[in-house]
């Protein structure tokens, strides 16, 4: 089966990058390499990285130059040899030993320039899964689901990607929303229902959720230069704005 680049961006989460390294050397499929995107560290996460790497040479460590966490992702696909490419980043996990080797079945067989598979966040008191049935996604599709995937549950083409010229970093939290919208205009996409990963919370998207859905928007009205469109836009960013500021004051009343 094909050679899959593993991309694992890193910094100041020794932790979390020896869960994602122990779920990725728990897969049945085992042709993979790890590109671990390390950030200048005030903790051991590189040094680990550094020892990971010793003992498998299917790891390449990489010393992030400090540009950001798109830049980084960047630097994985500018030196990633899979045919396929993941992002799992440190403290993301697969979520069975199976779902790499599922993952890349299904990529193979449809021919796609992107797979999007369900994913589950595990918290402290609860766990969201987050699945859809299985569907050729347009890029309408994609841009108008509120759980459309996380890069966490996305298996890309490295060669679309290389094509595209990666993630935008102009958008500095929803890059990733953007990069699947180009993938899927220039060689489609499939959504299935098995859940790929298990993502951990509190991340950028959790902390600056009004700027990531703002973000969203302007990659819509960039994206599809439509007048109708672009107002479709706008109701549904008001409209996902307004669900989260409801269910926060019905957490937290006053």
Not at 240 to 252: D, G, M, P, Q, W
């Amino acid at each position: 089966m094909a050679l899959v680049s593993i991309i694992t961006i890193v910094k100041d989460h020794v932790t979390g990058l020896r869960e994602t390294f122990a779920s990725l050397n728990e897969q049945v499929h085992k042709d993979w390499e790890m590109i671990i995107v390390a950030g200048i560290s005030k903790d051991s996460t590189l040094k680990l990285a550094k020892e990971i790497s010793s003992r498998d040479t299917r790891i390449k460590v990489i010393e992030e130059s400090g540009q950001g966490i798109y830049a980084a992702m960047n630097e994985g696909i500018q030196n990633a040899n899979g045919e396929f490419s993941w992002f799992m980043n440190a403290g993301d996990r697969f979520a069975n030993a199976q779902v790499l080797e599922r993952a890349l079945l299904e990529a193979s067989s449809t021919k796609v320039g992107l797979v999007i598979g369900g994913h589950r966040i595990d918290g402290d008191n609860k766990r969201q899964v987050y699945s859809y049935p299985k569907k050729v996604l347009s890029e309408f599709d994609f841009a108008f689901n509120r759980r459309g995937g996380c890069h966490q549950s996305m298996i890309f083409r490295t060669q679309v990607l290389n094509v595209i010229g990666g993630f935008n970093t102009d958008f500095s939290l929803a890059s990733d929303f953007d990069l699947a919208l180009r993938v899927i205009r220039l060689a489609g996409a499939v959504r299935v229902p098995e859940i790929y990963a298990s993502v951990e919370p509190g991340g950028s998207a959790d902390q600056f959720i009004f700027s990531v859905h703002r973000q969203k928007h302007q990659i819509r009205k960039k994206f599809f230069k439509k007048i109708l469109i672009t107002l479709l836009s706008s109701l549904w960013t008001f409209a996902a704005s307004s669900k989260i500021v409801s269910r926060r004051l019905l957490r937290f009343p006053k």
